[in-house]
């Protein structure tokens, strides 16, 4: 399942510190208490993602970006090409992906790297041709799933001074920006983190 994962390192944490700081399933609005504690330094560390994937012990940091624009949101389908074969033709609201050592080389604070490594994935992903605000809105652990179990998203909410986004990777199909109203009329046809993350959007 997960061919060529074999030499790709990513950045996790152990469950056990979640448990220790409180565990929750769903959504947290509690950022900076469960943050301040997993970006810091020795918090963390780079494994192969195939072990990663594999290990309920250990959780894989994931930005999730949601893009905004004068209150619709930018939605698009997991296409053919998409990386994780468990989210395919699903309705996403996020972008992002795994943090990898590169983005650690680059900056001398976890803080920092860890906020690079977001905008990059942004980047990889899709062309944001506007300027934004950003800011933390919320954290996602949902053990609900085989994909959740071993993975945690930090949801980054972009505020977009107009809708100028066009995708660079295959894997995003039927983008646009649609309003939150509609989104949550289709709520059952979206990922399940972006299910979640409906409830800090208005």
Known sequence: MFKGHDREQVLVFENR????????????T???????TILKEGNSQ???????ERDPGLKQLI?????RCAGRVFRYVRGKEAGESRL???GSIGIGGHIQPKDLD??????????A?????????????????????ALINDDSTPVGQVHFGIVHLWDLDKPAVRRRERQITRGGFVPVEEL???RDTLETWSQLCLGVLR
């Open 17 to 28: 510190l979640l448990h220790g700081l409180g565990y929750f399933q769903g959504l947290s």
């Open 30 to 36: 509690d950022v900076e208490h469960y943050l301040s």
């Open 46 to 52: 780079f494994v192969q993602r195939s072990r990663a």
């Open 63 to 67: 930005p999730y970006v949601i893009l």
């Open 88 to 90: 395919r033709s699903k």
């Open 106 to 115: 680059l900056f001398s604070s976890h803080r920092a790297f860890y906020l």
């Open 117 to 137: 490594a977001a905008a990059r994935e942004v980047a990889e992903e899709v062309r944001v041709e506007a300027k934004h605000k950003e800011r933390i809105v």
């Open 184 to 186: 949550k009329a289709c």
